[in-house]
């Protein structure tokens, strides 16, 4: 059955798409890994690996979704029938459930963050960011509220459907975001010392890119760009049959390249002009940036814009990961599509209560040292989105019915058509290749 929805235009679904890419790893760690691993030339490699590698993944999975109409699961049965293929559906239902109950964690921390921004009670002299943050996230009530007010706004847009929800937002939200980026950007540009922050993260070094910093730019070149969850089959499947796939997957990569890059911009100079060490992930945002912000002038201002910028790009990460599930079981219905919103946002918020409270009464639910935060992360980094890229790619390259493979490029370019070829070939011998690399690499296998 095809899905009754659709995307308004080719602009609602590059600015969804990009959304559902660009999330928290593409602002607080990237950027870091950029200025530790070669700084320019590894920002140069990441660009070659994502145009070579992530685009070609990127389009297969909007191939399965375009040639179908249909969200994941039925799309893998209709190109695939009679074959238990439909299971790479099942697994990035699994994938984006697992991904977002404890990414809806984090998300539930920034809100908690941006709201005591909003009010003038995160900044305080002297206060101790680390230990406040500590308290934080080890408060229970707060850990658990908070991620639920997060699930709360992701259910209330994905229930109102792709045009008058995820599109809408995304069309509010992703702007947004690149503007606030640019505030942050021009502020952090005219801070006495920013150039040694500018330099640091884009000086090209050869000499520091290692084997694992190519490995690492090989396995972010694909998960930059939320692909091996076949979220971006399901948003792909709301495309009309004449739209082509070529210039939005282009756009996309484009806009999360970019993201990459502002990100570092407006961090680096920051930083650096006021003598703080560059962190990466959870440090970076509730610990060094507070910091940062409580020594400039109008530090309370561009602290809470800093988080806006940080919650705008988890909300349009996390509505394609609930929606790849609701839209498995709404089948196009308006009405089904809200009960669903409501019951799997709410099973995904319980599975997500034990990584919340990963950090404060749950803390001694530790195995081989990894609290049930960090096991569902490495569930998901090093398994579960290596495995369903590995298989997809596997699946456009050889189970893919040959003639509405060639039916679905042919509305592409003619240097396009012309590579469909290479293209097949890639995705058959190249990429699996490649994907199992960085899975090696991630299950510490490789002896780099």
């Known amino acids: 059955m095809k899905s009754g929805e659709q995307w308004t235009s080719k602009l609602g679904f590059i600015l969804a798409s990009a959304g559902s890419a660009i999330g928290l790893g593409a602002i607080w760690k990237f950027p870091n ?28 999975e909007f191939l399965i979704g375009r040639s179908t109409g249909q969200e994941a699961v039925s799309a893998y049965r209709n190109l695939a029938p009679n074959s238990r293929w439909h299971w790479v559906g099942y697994l990035g239902m699994a994938t984006c459930s697992i991904l977002l109950s ?23 002299a002297g206060r101790d960011y680390g230990a406040f943050f500590d308290q934080t996230s080890a408060n229970p009530w707060e850990a658990v509220l908070s991620q639920g007010a997060f699930m709360l706004l992701t259910i209330v847009v994905v ?22 980026f640019v505030v942050l950007i021009i502020r952090a540009l005219t801070l006495p010392g920013m150039s040694e922050g500018l330099v640091y993260f884009l000086k090209p070094d050869f000499g520091r890119l290692s084997s694992e910093a190519l490995l690492y730019a090989l396995g972010q070149s694909f998960f930059c760009l939320s692909v091996g969850g076949s979220c971006m089959v399901t948003y792909s499947s709301y495309l009309q049959k004449h739209e082509p796939l070529g210039k939005p997957a282009l756009s996309v990569v484009g806009l999360n390249v970019m993201t990459s ?29 507070p910091a940062v912000f409580e020594q400039l002038p109008y530090g309370s201002l561009f602290i809470t814009v800093f ?16 929606e790849i599930v ?35 009464v749950g803390s ?11 096991w569902a992360d490495f569930a998901v980094t090093n398994v579960m989105l290596p495995l369903g890229v590995l298989l997809i790619s596997v699946f456009v390259g050889f189970r893919f019915p040959r003639e509405r493979l ?12 012309k590579g469909l070829a290479l293209y097949v070939f890639m995705l058959r011998f190249v990429l699996p290749v490649i994907v199992v690399l960085v899975f090696l690499h991630g299950m510490n296998w490789l002896p780099i």
């Open 364 to 374: 001694d639910f530790v195995w081989l040292g990894r609290n049930v935060f960090a």
């Open 33 to 60: 890994v950029v200025a530790t691993s070669g700084g320019g030339a590894f920002f140069l490699v990441f660009i070659l690996f994502t145009f070579g590698i992530g685009l070609p993944l990127l389009l297969a």
């Open 159 to 180: 229930a109102r459907g792709v045009k008058q929800g995820i599109e809408k937002a995304s069309r509010i939200l992703m702007p947004g975001l690149f503007l606030l």
């Open 307 to 322: 988080l806006a910028l940080f919650l705008f790009a988890t909300l349009t990460s996390a509505f394609s990961l609930l």
């Open 261 to 289: 890059f502002m990100a570092g911009i407006a961090i680096f100079p920051a930083l650096f002009a006021l003598g703080m060490k560059p962190v990466e992930g959870p440090g970076l945002l509730f610990v060094t940036l």
């Open 102 to 124: 404890f990414y809806s964690v984090v998300g539930g921390w920034i809100v908690l963050y941006f709201m005591r921004a909003v009010t003038g009670s995160l900044l305080t």
């Open 406 to 417: 060639q039916a679905e490029w042919a509305g592409e370019s003619a240097w396009a058509r």
């Open 326 to 360: 609701v839209a498995a079981f709404a089948h196009g219905d308006g009405a089904r599509r809200i009960k669903m919103c409501w019951l799997f946002g709410t099973l995904i918020f319980m599975l997500g209560i034990p990584s919340a409270l990963s950090f404060g």
